[in-house]
Nanobody
Framework: QVQLVESGGGLVQAGGSLRLSCTSS????????MGWYRQAPGKQRELVAK???????NYADSVQGRFTISTNSAKNTVYLQMNSLKPEDTAVYYC?????????WGQGSQVTVSS
């Protein structure tokens, strides 16, 4: 079992920045992949960014160059630094942890970008 606790969402103007944090109850080195997904109203949940235990990263085309995923192993925390935010980035953001045959989700953090 892995518990994921998120923080850092909020309201920001277009062009601004926010950082999301997700703290895991399990050592993140033992988690195959950690990532961030988002779901906007009326849309499907989509991958934003992910990072493997080997520190390999992958980003959605829509956030490439603006968002950065990183980890702090001492704190068992994964971050999503979001810069140059756009109104279309407005969504609930979910932290995700993937192990063999198991997937865990955080509670979700609302990010709202005003124009």
């Amino acid at each position: 079992q892995v518990q994921l606790v998120e923080s850092g969402g909020g309201l920001v103007q277009a062009g601004g920045s926010l950082r999301l944090s997700c703290t895991s109850s399990r050592n993140i080195f033992s988690i195959n992949t950690m990532g961030w997904y988002r779901q906007a109203p009326g849309k499907q949940r989509e991958l934003v960014a992910k990072i493997t235990s080997a520190a390999s990263t992958n980003y959605a085309d829509s956030v490439q160059g603006r968002f950065t995923i990183s980890t702090n192993s001492a704190k068992n925390t994964v971050y999503l630094q979001m810069n140059s935010l756009k109104p279309e980035d407005t969504a609930v953001y979910y932290c995700n942890a993937q192990l063999p045959r198991l997937v865990f989700w955080g509670q979700g953090s609302q990010v709202t970008v005003s124009s």
